[in-house]
């Protein structure tokens, strides 16, 4: 059995990089895939693919936003073998975290405890609401029973409690919008 070749530079260098950035990919992979577990499965397959992919990475760019972009394929990916769709945060709620865009890890961190705080100011029932969506990634179908109302009231509620984060982010933030 012939020995592989060693692995080149460029390569060595991206998986430093990857290294170094890692905890950005592990939190940009968590708004995508909450599950703590799975995200870290899915920073290992992530790794793999940048590893595979390094060729295409020109150094001195900005890695973290190529390897966050290199995750969401793998995240998306993993949720799809596991038929997890629904367990997907929805595209605003991203926003709310990322604004659009791969931040650093430090604007990250700021924006997550902005958020943090900001759902401390909602109603119980907008909290539970938001609780059930995005942490047990319910459906408003799934909720609506539960707590006696019809699917459109539980989408403008939760609509509302968005709308009432992404106010209260921004305004944590200092900007006059994030979206």
Known sequence: MADSPPPSDHLLQVQRLFVQHQQVVLYYILIIEPNL??????????????SHKAETYALGTNF?????????????QFQRS?????????????????????????????????LKHCMTSLAPKALELIRQRYYL??????????IGWTPNSVRVALSRARQILRTCVARSLGSAELS
Request: proline share 4%.
């Open 82 to 114: 596991r038929q997890r769709r629904t367990e997907r945060l929805d595209e605003d709620v991203m926003d709310l975290l990322y604004g659009g865009e791969i931040v650093e890890h430090e604007a990250l961190l700021y924006r997550t405890r902005a």
């Open 37 to 50: 577990g799975d995200a870290q499965d899915i920073v290992q397959d992530t790794f793999l693919a940048v």
């Open 137 to 146: 990634g319910q459906m408003p179908e799934e909720i609506a029973p539960a």
């Open 64 to 76: 973290p936003a190529w390897a966050c972009t290199v995750a969401r394929y793998q995240a998306l």
